[in-house]
């Protein structure tokens, strides 16, 4: 396949063309514009295929919670969003906490076009896996039994993972304890639970000296805390949702207000647009969904959680326009980073791995057309779950096409 246009790296932002092998879907050359391209771009721009390293694909070798996603309907919605990695969370019923279920887990992402990368879960009585690959802690609640009733539960276990690839959830489960009495599902989870479970899980981080990952950051208070822990040489990234950087709890509506329900929950404004700037600045290192595929009859139960591997590129249309951000700046949240938490765990048939454009890298790119509109409509979703925190919102672009290894997924309004 060769492609032809507006090239945008994290460094850089070119007109060039790229050639991917057939073979191996790996690019082999970057180049000048020749005027042949196997894609029409256009005005478009070209960008390493986007990555979102924290989604909830919800298959498992049990299979119960499939009438809300799997990994082929999982793989669809990344498709339409332009989305050519993901990396799954291992809060399943049946749970990734070892070596025979681990790889149970991973022989159902076959079936997925994009690459999926799986988490395997840390709980009160787990052990490492023998393999590499990167885990997830819930400090607070969560499916199954992978979470920990206090700090001292979670340090014990955390010790035996030392220089391990440990992501948080950083909620502090004595103050959701609490905290539980109160009206609102905002106040029930508030930001202290967030930076006092942060301060802890940076305490980990040094301590036991590992590749840290703050999930879904939502509060403006923790932030001086991740830039101090980087300061001084802590191993540290933080990830932020679209959902906290789009939505603040001055929008919140009795009609809308269970649908907008998530774990952590919606900040004020102040949190809102400091999370924008920090991601700007790269205190914040990715943009990741926390995918989470409910149904809005589970939705109208209290469930938290929301759907947005369909909206990922366009998105990244509105923070640009809306927000400024730059190719580059987009390259690198969206894609570089994502592709550099992700290389230690890829296949060698990977070569390089994702979020760059240039030779050796997976040829996997997403095409961003930001002059073509986007109502979201329900009817458009491809996640099973069928519905989205945006609909009836127009974003300012969408994505064009998203290529995987070589072979073009191209999009069109409407296309189920």
């Known amino acids: 396949m060769r492609v032809e246009g507006l090239i945008a790296n994290h460094d850089r932002v070119f007109e060039g063309a790229i050639e991917i092998s057939d073979e191996t879907g790996l690019i082999t050359s970057v180049g000048p514009k020749t005027g042949k391209s196997d894609i029409e771009v256009g005005d478009a721009i070209i960008f390493p295929g986007f990555g979102d390293i924290h989604i909830h694909a919800r298959e498992d070798a049990g299979g119960s919670q499939m009438y809300k996603e799997d990994f082929t309907t999982t793989s669809n919605a990344a498709l339409h969003g332009g989305v050519t990695q993901v990396a799954d969370m291992p809060n399943n019923p049946v749970a990734p906490v070892d070596d025979a279920r681990y790889a149970e887990k991973e022989k159902l992402t076959a079936k997925s076009v994009v690459h999926v990368t799986l988490y395997a879960g840390i709980g009160p009585e787990t052990e490492p896996l023998t393999r ?32 391990r690839n440990v992501s ?42 590992l590749q840290g990952k703050l999930c879904h950051y939502s509060t403006e208070g923790g932030l001086p805390k991740i830039a101090a822990a980087k300061a001084r040489g802590v191993t540290v990234t933080a990830e932020v949702t679209p959902h906290h950087l789009f ?23 102040a949190d809102r647009l400091a999370l924008i700037e920090a991601l700007r600045n790269g205190l914040l290192d990715y943009v990741a969904t926390d995918h989470a595929p409910h149904t809005l009859e589970e939705k109208a ?107 073009s997924y191209l999009q069109s309004a409407g296309a189920r």
């Open 132 to 163: 590499h690959v990167p885990y997830k802690a819930f400090m607070g609640p969560s499916v199954g039994d992978l979470f920990f009733a206090s700090q001292e539960q979670l340090e014990g276990q955390i010790a035996k993972y030392r220089g």
């Open 247 to 269: 939505f603040d709890d001055s929008m919140l509506t009795d009609e809308n207000r269970l649908a907008l329900q998530m774990n952590p929950p919606l900040r004020g404004p």
């Open 301 to 407: 139960t209290g469930v938290s959680g929301v759907p947005l591997l369909d909206t990922y590129g366009a998105f990244a249309t509105w923070l640009m326009q809306e927000h400024r951000f730059t190719p580059q700046e987009i390259a690198r949240v969206c894609a570089f980073n994502p592709g550099r938490f992700v290389k230690e765990f890829l296949p060698a048939e990977l070569g390089e791995g994702f979020g760059v454009i240039a030779p050796g890298y997976v040829g996997s790119l997403t095409i961003l057309d930001l002059k073509s509109p986007w109502l979201v409509k329900r009817e458009e979703m491809r996640t099973k779950c069928a519905w989205s925190p945006f609909e009836g919102f127009t974003f300012p672009g969408r994505v064009k096409a998203t290529v995987i290894r070589g072979k």
């Open 168 to 209: 948080f959830h950083c909620e502090d489960p004595e103050i959701l304890r609490e905290s539980k009495g109160e009206p609102t599902h905002e106040q029930r989870r508030p930001a202290r639970a967030e930076i006092t479970a942060t301060e802890f899980a940076l305490y980990l981080i040094e301590k036991y000296e």
